[in-house]
């Protein structure tokens, strides 16, 4: 019979780590059609398609595309692709986002401007070994990426899961209060 409290507290606490640890979902742009841009990262001057998908009937009427790097586009209702030429003055390396409106919904998608700076090579920088024989393993990788806030939540509920089935299995049951 304890055994069962006792999984049963641990399950719980593990339950409740795996709750703490979990990714939080963000909510994007949500729309009953689908759309985007093609390609995502174009040079000034460039030509995009972009495009609705009116498949799932979720964009029935006309549909405008707009962004501040290029003209706005006009589709009717029959048309779900058309092409727009982007802006020669726009950003290099700036981001901008492209609206898609159609039968009152509107949602966004992102156009990268490419950077006209050539991204320069790391210039190698020699290294003196400090074990000549041998790698030196065992260090780094394992732990990179771990958010301190969920590693202490996750301890204190494993605590308090483990602490709760300890009380829980020392307490005295009816067989040993006489």
């Known amino acids: 019979m304890h055994a069962i409290r006792v999984a049963s507290a641990a399950l719980l606490g593990a339950g409740a780590l795996a709750l703490a640890?979990?990714?939080?979902?963000?909510?994007?742009?949500?729309?009953?059609?689908?759309?985007?841009?093609?390609?995502?990262?174009?040079?000034?001057?460039?030509?995009?398609?972009?495009?609705?998908?009116?498949?799932?009937?979720?964009?029935?009427?006309?549909?405008?595309?707009?962004?501040?790097?290029?003209?706005?586009?006009?589709?009717?209702?029959?048309?779900?692709?058309?092409?727009?030429?982007?802006?020669?003055?726009?950003?290099?390396?700036?981001?901008?986002?492209?609206?898609?409106?159609?039968?009152?919904?509107?949602?966004?998608?992102?156009?990268?401007?490419?950077?006209?700076?050539?991204?320069?090579?790391?210039?190698?920088?020699p290294v003196e070994p400090s074990h000549p024989k041998g790698v030196h393993a065992g260090e780094g990788g394992s732990l990179t990426g771990l958010d301190a806030g969920r590693v202490g939540l996750g301890a204190l509920v494993v605590a308090g899961a483990l602490g709760a089935a300890y009380r829980h299995v020392r307490r005295p049951g009816p067989q040993d209060e006489s």
Request: aromatic content about 6%.
């Open 21 to 125: 640890a979990a990714p939080v979902a963000v909510a994007g742009d949500v729309t009953p059609f689908g759309f985007g841009v093609e390609p995502e990262v174009v040079d000034p001057g460039d030509t995009v398609t972009v495009y609705i998908d009116r498949a799932g009937g979720g964009c029935k009427g006309h549909a405008t595309v707009s962004s501040p790097v290029f003209d706005t586009v006009a589709l009717p209702p029959k048309k779900s692709r058309a092409k727009a030429v982007v802006d020669w003055d726009a950003r290099p390396g700036a981001v901008y986002q492209v609206a898609f409106t159609c039968d009152g919904v509107t949602g966004t998608a992102p156009l990268t401007i490419a950077s006209d700076r050539p991204v320069p090579l790391p210039t190698p920088v």
